[in-house]
């Protein structure tokens, strides 16, 4: 009986070393999962607080404020929609600087804040060249037809008692234009002659476009008249 209990305690010792090896390797694994899960989480921590916090504007932080004209501003504006709709409204940015802007965070507003643009929401990059356009397509991407909308927005432009304002990510005021009662530009006389509003080549005045429909992500057209 002694060799038959000495035998099975011989026979049970390499089993148990086998066991006792395997849990010290799962212990080690989770070890590290832990390890790396604790990596993560402070990587995700630092990200943040790296990370520039989104500045909220308000229509009304540009009251005080003279629009500096830098960098990026309205270039066109479809306030009467297209021959196809009055719904068809589109908005166009340009980079008139020589360099590029990162538009995170800048923020389009009108006056009633029914359209409230974060450009964060763009599609594609965030970061603009020189001369590059920026199209901003009112609820669908048909506004403007044959061309990719950069962003879909929500809400309408008034005709009359209407405003828009640009902001960048610290709600410096950019850019600006008033409907005060009436819009500087564009023509909404009858649907087939619907003209939008276009910034001159120089100075930040404004003209009706000569071409029907206006000339989105394109060179402006040449004035007939001045505003």
């Given at each position: 009986?002694i060799?038959?209990?000495?035998s099975?305690?011989?026979?049970?010792s390499?089993?148990?070393?086998?066991?006792?090896?395997?849990?010290d390797?799962?212990?080690?694994?989770?070890?590290?999962?832990?390890?790396?899960?604790?990596?993560?989480?402070?990587?995700?921590?630092?990200?943040a607080?790296q990370?520039?916090?989104?500045?909220?504007?308000?229509?009304?932080?540009?009251?005080?404020?003279?629009?500096?004209?830098?960098?990026?501003?309205?270039n066109?504006?479809a306030?009467?929609?297209?021959s196809?709709?009055?719904?068809d409204?589109w908005?166009?940015?340009?980079?008139?600087?020589?360099?590029e802007?990162?538009i995170?965070?800048w923020?389009?507003?009108?006056?009633?804040?029914?359209?409230?643009?974060?450009?964060?929401?763009?599609?594609?990059?965030?970061?603009?060249?020189?001369g590059?356009f920026?199209l901003?397509?009112?609820?669908?991407?048909?506004?403007?037809?044959?061309?990719?909308?950069?962003?879909?927005?929500?809400?309408?432009?008034s005709?009359?008692?209407e405003?828009?304002?640009?902001?960048?990510?610290q709600?410096?005021?950019?850019?600006?234009?008033?409907?005060?009662?009436?819009?500087?530009?564009?023509d909404?006389?009858?649907?087939n002659?619907r003209?939008?509003m276009?910034?001159?080549?120089?100075?930040?005045?404004?003209?009706?476009?000569s071409?029907?429909?206006?000339?989105?992500?394109?060179t402006n057209?040449?004035?007939t008249?001045?505003?």
């Amino acid at each position: 009986q002694i060799q038959q209990v000495q035998s099975q305690k011989s026979d049970s010792s390499p089993k148990l070393q086998q066991q006792i090896i395997e849990e010290d390797e799962e212990a080690q694994e989770v070890l590290q999962i832990q390890q790396q899960q604790a990596t993560t989480a402070q990587e995700q921590v630092l990200q943040a607080t790296q990370s520039p916090s989104f500045k909220e504007c308000k229509f009304s932080d540009g009251n005080n404020q003279a629009p500096s004209h830098q960098k990026i501003i309205l270039n066109e504006v479809a306030w009467m929609g297209t021959s196809n709709s009055v719904n068809d409204e589109w908005i166009e940015l340009k980079n008139i600087s020589t360099g590029e802007i990162d538009i995170n965070n800048w923020q389009l507003i009108d006056k009633g804040e029914q359209i409230k643009i974060n450009l964060a929401s763009i599609n594609g990059s965030k970061i603009i060249g020189p001369g590059q356009f920026i199209l901003l397509e009112r609820t669908d991407n048909n506004s403007v037809p044959n061309i990719t909308a950069d962003l879909i927005y929500t809400g309408a432009l008034s005709n009359p008692d209407e405003g828009l304002r640009f902001f960048d990510n610290q709600c410096n005021l950019i850019d600006e234009v008033f409907a005060n009662p009436d819009w500087p530009a564009g023509d909404n006389t009858s649907a087939n002659e619907r003209k939008t509003m276009e910034r001159n080549a120089s100075g930040f005045r404004w003209h009706t476009s000569s071409v029907l429909g206006g000339t989105p992500k394109q060179t402006n057209s040449q004035p007939t008249t001045y505003n």
